[in-house]
């Protein structure tokens, strides 16, 4: 069983503390990372909103995000690792929204 490495992850306005993998750490931190910046653009794109809006915005737009140079390897490698990756971002925001909601 792999060791898991305590992280805060931080998305808009809130923190959770999640584990996560030791071999996962780097993909979880560029994904939260990915998902802030998203999240910081949207703000200012529309002012006003709240931040369950902007997060909202942001899961749909990474849901859409096609995998980076899909049509590049014709064996599908790249694309699989495109797909994984998408996989782990969304796993890891409904984890947090469940966590979220389990809290309130």
Known sequence: ??????LSAIIGDRTYRIKVE???EAQVRQTLKTIND???ELKSLYVGKDMQDYISMTLLWFATQPGSNTTDNL??????AGNDQLKK????????IDAELKQR
Not at 89 to 96: T, V
């Open 38 to 40: 998203k999240i910081v």
């Open 89 to 96: 971002g969304l796993l890891l925001l409904e984890q947090l």
């Open 1 to 6: 069983m792999s060791e898991l490495v305590p």
């Open 75 to 80: 064996d599908g490698t790249i694309e699989q």
């Open 22 to 24: 030791a071999k996962d």
